[in-house]
């Protein structure tokens, strides 16, 4: 039976290991000993019943392939390099190790239990904040003030951002006025911080800071809403090789790494689509079409990047989002999709855990 080794056990490599078990022998290589649901994470950190809901064991995912809690330090088009020094032959390998992105909207520990400790110290901190610094406006920013503004009423949020507009990209004024109308938080936009603020992020103590056009901002704790990085930085060779200046991964139309033909890539880590959990989805399931398509003798599948759409939550109850033909989305529907319960439920079942 074909080896399929999977490096990185988030959104896109736990669907690819989950769609090869039947059919490969997959090995699934992460070096969290959880699944971390970060879809969920800006709730955690306002909601101190949920941290623990939002980190899933890997024990039960797969049927008849593994899970090795370790990370990849090398990878040939045949072969993984494991940290612990381990090599793992492989006949196809499926690069989907992510993105790192700041704190708390992604976990910043690889360990369950210090990542727990690490969003019940920062809830603490934000409970007793009367003002929040954010920095960054896009989906992220405006997500945590969302959530920060349902759980904290009485907390006053400003966010910051060099772009003249909340939520750069490709996405209808309308759906950013949605958005702007929910949120009572203050935005200081095209003018970035003359420094970064003094304390930590996450850390409860009062500062001041400025923007480069003099203004001053008072807060007692900010969190870094920006600066997303793809993974890649332990690749070399033919793999690293298609890496393009900005750290992505250049792939074909069927998502093989350019120039190594068994070697596959979905994800943050891909170039040239948007980094969401249903783009890395979308794109493992062309990858675990192929792989099969190959061990079977069928056609290979081609990935089309997906159009400018999003769903984003202002808390449980909150929020907008904009369909692929550019309708806005209003607060009730976002809330059923996926305000609630930020589909935590999907990912309990894909784990074969209870809800």
Known sequence: MARVVVVGGGYGGTTVAKALDDVADVVLVEPRDAFHHNVAALRAL??????????????????????????????VPSSVLLASGTELTADYIVLATGSRYPFPAKADQLSTVESLSRYASAHVSL?????????????VGLELAGEIE????????????PAP???????????????????????????P???????????????LV????????????????HGLTPVTDYLSGPVGDAIDPDGYLCVTPSLNVVGCPTVYAVGDIVGGDANRVSVARAQAEVVAANISASLGGGAPAVYAPMPAMIVLPLGPSGGAGQRADGEILPAAIVSQA??????????HELFNLPA
């Open 46 to 75: 306002v909601s101190p019943d949920w941290p623990a809901r939002m980190f899933l064991p890997y024990d039960r995912l797969l049927s008849r392939g593994s899970v090795l809690r370790d990370r990849a330090v090398s990878v």
């Open 127 to 139: 409970a007793g904040a009367a003002r929040v610094l954010l920095l960054g406006a896009g989906a």
């Open 150 to 161: 349902a759980a904290f009423p009485a907390t006053h949020v400003t966010l910051v951002d």
């Open 165 to 191: 507009e909340i939520l750069p990209g490709p996405y209808s004024p309308g759906l950013r006025d949605a958005l702007r109308s929910q949120l009572s938080a203050s935005f200081v936009l095209g003018s």
């Open 193 to 207: 911080l003359a420094a970064p603020p003094p304390v930590p992020a996450g850390v409860l103590q009062p500062f």
């Open 210 to 225: 400025s923007t480069v056009d003099g203004r001053a901002i008072e807060a007692d704790i900010w969190f870094g809403c």
């Open 338 to 347: 996926k305000g609630t319960d930020l589909f935590m439920a999907r990912y």
